[in-house]
């Protein structure tokens, strides 16, 4: 993932509506769903009072979709989060709508997230998506086949299943890591001396860590959900969307809890992964070594033949060449048969 440093436009004031991402403007859609007991129909207008999701994928046409939502009165500061789409997930509570930011992960190809702003009123709930998220198109099939379930328990029943299918998808990234992590652990204990592969190992690191960055604030969030859904619903009510959200809260503590249990994971494989580096190490400089005291007998019975004196031992014997080599070596075969006896090498 290429990095990039955020930072406010120069000279412009709170709340001034500028696009800033991290991924190349996708175009503008701009869709709104209305849904009764019975049917889902789509349009481009805002023109009942029914239950309806409008749905903004692509913030590149800011005109344009400041003046599709004019009419729903939204904060500037507001505006301003949605359009510098590198803010942490979180949620306010406003007079007016309630207003949360999640982000979705894609590890497809890259590396990638995607902001999503949620502006949610009492019949509507208004989506910005930075470019087209997958996980609303599966809740978007569900709604048009169980219409009936979202109209009954209302709009903050449509806000959990988008949230639950973001969390859902974090889940199922964190099992692939996880299972990743695993096969290198598998790949270790078939081979005890053999270090894995450490490029591998630093990128399931840096996933790891891009993914932990925010299911942290995802987990505050849904806590902040739950917690609304509990003064806003009676508990004993059928259509009370409650136990979903709680079902939700025990999805983010797993993935949480999971995460540290990945992390974890990722280290001891790393320390295993040095620990046997080193060894190796410490195997081939222990094996130089060998090599350099071996050699060390003839370097020095070399040296004492080569020195410039005229009487040296068996420099006028016929075989005092054949004798100065077999004592080099016979020296050296004797450390030999010591370091092995020793289990040097």
Same mark, same amino acid.
């Given at each position: 993932?290429?990095? $990039?440093?955020?930072?406010?436009?120069?000279?412009?004031?709170?709340?001034?509506?500028?696009?800033?991402?991290?991924?190349?403007?996708?175009?503008?859609?701009?869709?709104?769903?209305?849904?009764?007991?019975?049917?889902?129909?789509?349009?481009?207008?805002?023109?009942?009072?029914?239950?309806?999701?409008?749905?903004?994928?692509?913030?590149?046409?800011?005109?344009?979709?400041?003046?599709?939502?004019?009419?729903?009165?939204?904060?500037?500061?507001?505006?301003?989060?949605?359009?510098?789409?590198?803010?942490?997930?979180?949620?306010?509570?406003?007079?007016?709508?309630?207003?949360?930011?999640?982000?979705?992960?894609?590890?497809?190809?890259?590396?990638?997230?995607?902001?999503?702003?949620?502006?949610?009123?009492?019949?509507?709930?208004?989506?910005?998506?930075?470019?087209?998220?997958?996980?609303?198109?599966?809740?978007?099939?569900?709604?048009?086949?169980?219409?009936?379930?979202?109209?009954?328990?209302?709009?903050?029943?449509?806000?959990?299943?988008?949230?639950?299918?973001?969390?859902?998808?974090?889940?199922?990234?964190?099992?692939?890591?996880?299972?990743?992590?695993?096969?290198?652990?598998?790949?270790?204990?078939?081979?005890?001396?053999?270090?894995?592969?450490?490029?591998?190992?630093?990128?399931?690191?840096?996933?790891?860590?891009?993914?932990? $960055?925010?299911?942290?604030?995802?987990?505050?969030?849904?806590?902040?959900?739950?917690?609304?859904?509990?003064?806003?619903?009676?508990?004993?009510?059928?259509?009370?969307?409650?136990?979903?959200?709680?079902?939700?809260?025990?999805?983010?503590?797993?993935?949480?809890?999971?995460?540290?249990?990945?992390?974890?994971?990722?280290?001891?494989?790393?320390?295993?992964?040095?620990? $046997?580096?080193?060894?190796?190490?410490?195997?081939?400089?222990?094996?130089?070594?060998?090599?350099?005291?071996?050699?060390?007998?003839?370097?020095?019975?070399?040296?004492?033949?080569?020195?410039?004196?005229?009487?040296?031992?068996?420099?006028?014997?016929?075989?005092?060449?054949?004798?100065?080599?077999?004592?080099?070596?016979?020296?050296?075969?004797?450390?030999?048969?010591?370091?092995?006896?020793?289990?040097?090498?």
């Amino acid at each position: 993932m290429n990095k $990039r440093f955020f930072s406010k436009s120069k000279g412009a004031a709170p709340g001034t509506i500028i696009y800033e991402g991290d991924t190349p403007p996708a175009d503008t859609n701009i869709s709104c769903y209305d849904f009764d007991e019975n049917k889902v129909i789509q349009t481009d207008t805002l023109n009942n009072n029914n239950l309806k999701w409008i749905r903004i994928s692509g913030l590149s046409d800011s005109t344009r979709i400041l003046d599709f939502i004019k009419p729903f009165n939204i904060n500037s500061l507001t505006l301003e989060d949605i359009f510098e789409t590198y803010h942490n997930p979180k949620f306010d509570d406003t007079f007016d709508y309630n207003f949360i930011i999640i982000r979705s992960i894609n590890f497809s190809n890259i590396m990638q997230d995607n902001q999503i702003s949620l502006i949610v009123t009492n019949n509507t709930l208004i989506t910005f998506e930075e470019y087209e998220c997958e996980e609303f198109n599966i809740v978007l099939q569900r709604l048009f086949k169980h219409v009936n379930n979202f109209f009954k328990r209302g709009i903050n029943y449509l806000v959990y299943a988008l949230i639950d299918a973001v969390i859902d998808n974090y889940i199922t990234i964190l099992n692939n890591i996880n299972l990743a992590v695993d096969n290198l652990e598998d790949t270790m204990a078939e081979d005890i001396t053999h270090p894995c592969d450490t490029s591998e190992l630093f990128h399931l690191k840096r996933k790891v860590n891009f993914l932990s $960055r925010h299911t942290r604030a995802s987990y505050d969030v849904v806590s902040q959900l739950l917690r609304l859904s509990m003064e806003n619903n009676n508990l004993h009510d059928e259509t009370s969307i409650v136990p979903y959200y709680e079902d939700l809260y025990e999805h983010s503590l797993y993935l949480n809890e999971a995460m540290q249990y990945c992390k974890d994971s990722i280290r001891s494989v790393y320390d295993e992964n040095m620990t $046997r580096l080193q060894m190796k190490s410490n195997k081939f400089i222990n094996i130089l070594t060998m090599l350099s005291t071996l050699m060390l007998p003839p370097m020095v019975v070399g040296g004492i033949f080569g020195m410039n004196f005229e009487i040296i031992p068996f420099s006028s014997n016929p075989h005092g060449f054949a004798i100065s080599i077999a004592g080099m070596f016979g020296i050296s075969l004797v450390l030999a048969i010591f370091f092995k006896k020793k289990k040097y090498f």
